[in-house]
């Protein structure tokens, strides 16, 4: 009996020695000399610690192995510092990567975020992005637009609560009792931690702009690309961008029942955010009637029926007809009448001039001539330069 | 920087440096004082000995230097500098990591900002592969975590 006992063991010690090739862990001698409280100890763990050692080491960090199932991902600096002990652009101190990330452009940023998860949480960060949102996107993107994507991010906030609501429970079971990387994993994604961009990072706004896939409002000079009947005016739209043509589409409220056509291909010159936060169909009340006086610059709202959107004209304030323009005998301001002049029709058209009054103003006209609404004071030099610039070559009818 | 005399002039006061595997330098003040650490030490009154560097070695010390003394000259052009700039900042990562440390240890600005800009344009116009060969990253995404960092990155490798 106690022959076979000793050539059991002895085998057994052949085993353990033929099995690594490299120096077997500290614990295998303790093996050696207690066979028989190895064998009570064993479990499936140690056996597979075992095979795994048998591996070339470069593979696989000696932690023990409980602990690489339980703790999340290692970090991935471990993992980058590359064998021969060179430095990794991971090394570097925050202030230099923070350094390196701000001098890049937005789609190599988003590439740098694709590298690693470490540097993906650097990537992400809104204060990199900040940057980049107000070079490209300050001009165009107003309060509203802010408010849109408000509206925008919640809806899709509610919508990915509503699909981990689903499955939480039963994936958070299943990880507890199995705990296995691809279920982990899994459980990572639904909970959207790790490397998912959350919804309302800059980033996340930065990309939906770019890629067109979120529509914003915003306004429209000259619309319908220099329509004769929609010059020097500016209308609301719902405009998304192309990246591949660096323009936008428009998409104009119906004039009616009749819907507008999309516009494509409108440049950043023809686009502003809305100076003022009046809806397309509100009238807008104007607040500087009293001070206006010949050679303002202003803005109009005009629609040709009470059923279409108003769009804004611009027009300069002109002289009375009893006044002969000499600045010094000039009382156009005493009085009530304002005289609005629109220098781009030839001085017999009908849209050359409209008078309104200064008191009472709110929205004049009739169905013939359209209908005159609020007034905006033009006094920022930018808002005139570029209604100037978009001056028609010809004068109209 | 020093008012007076121009770097050139020998009577300039200097500064003895010593790197971290004991090589010396001297420089003159107005080449040191490019570096803030120096420029303060220089303000407060300098001690006597050597100023020891323990996280800078000789040869990244000799460049950072040699970049001070180009810097500090009265006389350079604007396009001579930017033209050594590009010279000086075309090394092979290890150097430029060494420099790059160094500056930010010696808070030298300009040249920490002439390094972070070399390693940005190594990364501009690449791939997240591309940027992983570049700098020897591994990848530790998981599959799933990929495929969501892939079709975001659609749009930065896109038109």
């Known amino acids: 009996m106690l022959l076979y006992f000793l050539i059991t063991c002895f085998s057994f010690i052949l085993f353990i020695k033929s099995l690594p090739l490299k120096p077997l862990p500290p614990w295998a001698d303790e093996m050696r000399l207690l066979p028989l409280r190895f064998w009570k100890d064993l479990s499936l763990f140690h056996i597979s610690v075992l095979i795994k050692n048998t591996l070339p080491s470069s593979y696989l960090p000696l932690v023990p192995y409980n602990m690489s199932l339980i703790k999340k991902s290692l970090s991935s600096k471990v993992e980058n510092v590359a064998e021969t002990e060179e430095m990794s652009v991971l090394d570097l101190p925050e202030l230099a990567l923070e350094c390196i990330l701000e001098r890049l452009p937005p789609a190599a940023l988003c590439s740098t975020a694709a590298v690693c998860s470490s540097l993906r949480e650097r990537c992400l960060s809104d204060h990199l992005w900040e940057k980049h949102m107000k070079r490209k996107w300050d001009s165009i993107i107003g309060p509203a637009a802010y408010r849109e994507w408000q509206w925008y991010i919640a809806l899709r906030r509610d919508s990915n609560n509503l699909k981990q609501g689903k499955h939480k429970g039963l994936m958070r079971l299943l990880s507890l009792s199995w705990p296995f990387s691809s279920f982990r994993s899994k459980v990572n994604d639904t909970g959207k931690q790790r490397s998912s961009l959350p919804v309302d990072s800059i980033m996340a706004w930065y990309l939906a702009l770019e890629t067109g896939r979120f529509r914003f409002p915003a306004q429209v000079y000259n619309r319908e690309n220099g329509n004769v009947g929609f010059m020097l005016s500016c209308y609301d739209a719902e405009v998304s961008y192309d990246c591949r043509t660096d323009t936008f589409q428009a998409r104009y409220p119906p004039h009616g029942r009749r819907a507008a056509a999309p516009e494509n291909g409108v440049p950043w010159e023809r686009l502003r955010a809305p100076p003022v936060d009046t809806p397309p169909h509100d009238l807008h009340i104007s607040d500087s009637l009293h001070e206006l006086h010949p050679g303002n610059h202003i803005e109009i709202q005009w629609r040709r029926n009470k059923e279409f959107p108003y769009g804004w004209w611009y027009g300069v304030v002109g002289h009375l007809e009893s006044c002969d323009g000499n600045e010094n005998y000039c009382r156009c301001q005493n009085s009530d009448t304002v005289v609005l002049e629109f220098n781009h029709y030839t001085p017999g058209s009908r849209w050359r001039r409209t008078i309104i009054n200064r008191k009472d103003h709110r929205e004049e006209g009739n169905e013939a001539d359209g209908f005159y609404g609020g007034i905006r004071k033009l006094k920022n030099e930018n808002e005139i330069s570029t209604w100037k610039r978009l001056w028609p070559a010809e004068v109209l009818e | ?159």
């Open chain 2, 1 to 159: 920087m020093s008012s007076s005399s121009s770097p050139m002039q020998s009577t300039g006061r200097k500064l003895k440096l010593k790197s971290k595997d004991d090589e010396t330098f001297e420089v003159e003040e107005a080449v040191a004082v490019k570096s803030q650490i120096f420029k303060y030490m220089v303000e407060d009154g300098v001690s006597n000995g050597p100023i020891p560097l323990p996280n800078v070695n000789g040869k990244t010390l000799a460049r950072v230097l040699q970049w001070c003394q180009k810097h500090a000259d009265p006389t350079i052009t604007e396009d001579e500098l930017n033209k050594y700039d590009a010279g000086f900042i075309d090394v092979d990562q290890a150097v430029l990591y060494d420099l790059l440390m160094a500056a930010n240890y010696l808070n030298i600005e300009e040249l920490l900002k002439l390094a972070c800009m070399r390693v940005a344009d190594m990364i501009k116009g690449k791939s997240p592969d591309e940027i992983r060969r570049t700098f020897n990253i591994k990848n530790d995404f998981t599959p799933e975590e990929e495929e969501e960092v892939r079709k975001e990155n659609a749009w930065a490798l896109g038109p």
